[in-house]
């Protein structure tokens, strides 16, 4: 299927390994020119480097830097400072009681989770307005559904939900489209990050076991696959989905018991 997007330009925000990696790479599958930013500088170019490998016809930029800081949103739009396309992302904050939490700690997660799409989106929205085009999808995450216990991460990732619900329909009718996925529990290397690692280590299992433990809860059996969540990405990007906007699209293989 030809999504219509091949020319188009993206900013992918940390797009070096997991789930903004599956997003950039389903993009430049696409033929779309893509400018991907991460923090760390071998991961990014190794990302970087298998993208141009399997898309020669492809632009492919790096700018190593932290999005949720200005420095690093600054340094990826002066590389890409007119994008079509825009996927925001980063890392979700640490779990814990929200009582063991300062000030600090929730202005860091709201600078991360929400503050940081929302500043990428106004310094690209009026342009894609102008040129009648722009697709804007923000990573987020099951729990603006079903919180789970990362409460940081469901307050600031629910706020940037709201505020997403009424830009939204402000902006579809030049054609600009903002929408959410919502991922449960994936195969990335945050999934097999130290605190699954110290647990394989002391059950005396492999993480790969303990990984398969996690989604024999899921009703999918299984775990979902970054790619998954990419050629998801890219459809809502594509030039015949603009007419779908201000919508969270949960990818969890079936957790989540609702209805709505």
């Known amino acids: 299927m030809d999504l219509g997007i091949k020319g188009r330009r993206a900013i992918v925000c940390a797009s070096s390994k997991g789930l ?37 016809g492809v632009s492919v930029m790096e700018v190593v830097g932290d999005i949720t800081t200005p420095a690093g949103r600054d340094a990826v739009l002066k590389a890409c400072p007119e994008p079509d396309i825009l996927i925001n992302n980063a890392n979700g904050p640490p779990a814990g009681d929200f009582r063991n939490w300062t000030r600090a700690d929730w202005v860091n997660a709201l600078d991360a989770n929400m503050l940081t799409p929302i500043e990428m989106i106004k310094a690209t929205v009026d342009g894609m307005m102008t040129r009648k085009f722009g697709r804007i999808i923000n990573i987020t995450s099951s729990s603006v559904k079903a919180p789970t216990s990362r409460d940081l991460s469901n307050g600031a990732r629910t706020g940037l939900t709201g505020f997403i619900a009424g830009i939204a329909r402000r902006t579809v009718i030049n054609n600009v489209t903002i929408n959410s996925l919502l991922p449960g529990i994936f195969n990335t290397d945050r999934l097999r990050g130290s605190d699954v690692l110290m647990e394989a280590e002391k059950r005396g ?22 790619e998954e969540l990419g050629i998801l990405c890219a459809f809502l990007c594509g030039a015949n989905a603009g007419f779908i906007t201000g919508q969270n699209i949960l990818l969890d293989g079936g957790a989540f018991p609702g209805t709505l």
């Open 20 to 56: 903004g990696r599956a997003c950039a790479i389903s993009l430049a599958n696409e033929g779309v020119h893509v400018t991907l930013t991460a923090r760390g500088a071998e991961a990014l170019s190794q990302t970087a480097n298998e993208i141009r490998k399997a898309n020669p």
């Open 205 to 226: 299992i492999s993480v790969d076991e303990l990984v398969a433990e996690h989604g024999k809860s899921i009703p999918a059996g299984r775990v979902g696959d970054p």
